[in-house]
């Protein structure tokens, strides 16, 4: 089983519409959790990171359930640009050592 | 300003050769990483430094691959013996400091295509 776990999608939205993305992991140990987007054949960039309170950058909300070892993406209103890869990444490790752990990535393609 | 960059930008080698990715980190940034993306798969953490010192290389996945840092900027990557299943997406990272939290945002580089042959 992998540590983080999404559906890989595809996604294909129309434009304006709302869609979520879901991801699970598996060590209860994680300490910090983010979202990543990744455009076709580029690098990984952040996205925004994730909180227990729930955060909004925008038309994006990411939530945390620690006690469900779950974390969401909530896209508003999208855009024909929100089209790629998003990927779910959580942190781990102690003092000042540690590595993120990347999902498999959920493809979202926003049609016209 | 100058993000990571990452040499080449494609590698096309045969079964069995050697082969050096090289990363050069945002200036400043202590802390470097590597990881490696297949198709259709998320990034697979290979290797972390903090300064010059490999802190965690428990990602590497044989002992064909080794990675330096000597003089705690610039990193190479180094596969020895390639095999077909080495062909990835061979990514590297820095961050200001090492950990989690604003300060230890890792910023990408776009990434050394490796394909064997």
């Known amino acids: 089983r992998k540590e983080v776990e999404q559906d890989p999608g595809p996604f294909n939205v129309p434009e304006g519409a709302t869609v979520a993305f879901n991801c699970t992991y598996s060590n209860s140990a994680s300490q910090s959790f983010f979202w990543y987007r990744q455009d076709c054949r580029k690098e990984p960039k952040l996205l925004m990171s994730?909180?227990?309170s729930g955060n909004e950058d925008g038309r994006f909300t990411a939530q945390l359930n620690r006690a469900s070892q779950y974390i969401s993406l909530l896209i508003r209103d999208s855009k024909l640009s929100d089209s790629a890869t998003y990927l779910c990444?959580?942190?781990?490790?102690?003092?000042?050592?540690?590595?993120?752990?990347f999902g498999q990535g959920t493809t979202l393609q926003v049609k016209p | 300003g100058a993000g990571v960059s990452q040499t080449p930008s494609n590698k096309v080698t045969e079964k069995g050769k050697y082969v050096e990715l090289r990363c050069d980190p945002i200036s400043g940034h202590t802390a470097l990483y590597w990881y490696r993306q297949s198709l259709g798969q998320g990034p697979e953490f290979l290797i972390y430094?903090?300064?010059?010192?490999?802190?965690?290389d428990s990602g590497l996945p044989n002992d064909r691959f080794f990675a330096v840092r000597p003089e705690g900027s610039v990193s190479t990557l180094k596969i020895q013996r390639t095999e077909r299943g080495d062909s990835a997406v061979y990514l590297c990272a820095s961050s200001l400091v090492p950990g989690q939290g604003a300060r230890r945002e890792q910023y990408f580089g776009p990434g050394t295509r490796l394909t064997v042959t």
């Open positions: 430094f903090q300064g010059t010192g490999a802190a965690d």
């Open positions: 990444v959580v942190f781990h490790g102690s003092g000042n050592t540690g590595k993120l752990i």
């Open positions: 994730v909180y227990s």
